[in-house]
């Protein structure tokens, strides 16, 4: 059974720093790709960054970029979200979600795994 459990998150002021961590059982490292996603309250939820199974690729939204860092650690199994510079529109609450297959995807739909996320609220 698969199963991807979040945390790292909390409250935190803006400028602060926060990091996620997405610990995978069920899955081995090396077969999946790991996205996070974010919902914020009353908005559609979006994504955020992804990670390459190989860890090789990365990518970023452009709300994020140059802010927050996607890794991957094979021997623990787990992806993690480095936040930096948070500002107020970070708060939300985030996901991880995993795929297996090759290719970085942006969308809900190609993720067949989700955690059941962890609350990141930024407060100025």
């Known amino acids: 059974q698969v199963r991807l459990v979040e945390s790292g998150g909390g409250s935190v002021q803006a400028g602060g720093s926060l990091r996620l961590s997405c610990a995978a059982s069920?899955?081995?490292?090396?077969?999946?790709?790991t996205a996070w996603f974010r919902q914020a309250p009353g908005k559609q939820r979006e994504w955020v960054a992804v990670?390459?199974?190989?860890?090789?690729?990365?990518d970023y939204a452009d709300s994020v970029k140059g802010r927050f860092t996607i890794s991957k650690d094979d021997a623990k199994n787990t992806v993690e979200l480095q936040m930096n510079s948070l500002n107020t529109e970070d708060t939300a609450m985030y996901y991880c979600?995993?795929?297996?297959?090759?290719?970085?995807?942006?969308?809900?739909?190609?993720?067949?795994?989700w955690g059941q996320g962890t609350q990141v609220t930024v407060s100025s």
């Open positions: 979600a995993a795929r297996i297959g090759n290719g970085l995807q942006y969308r809900e739909s190609e993720y067949n795994y």
């Open positions: 069920g899955l081995r490292s090396n077969t999946y790709s």
């Open positions: 990670i390459h199974r190989s860890g090789a690729a990365t």
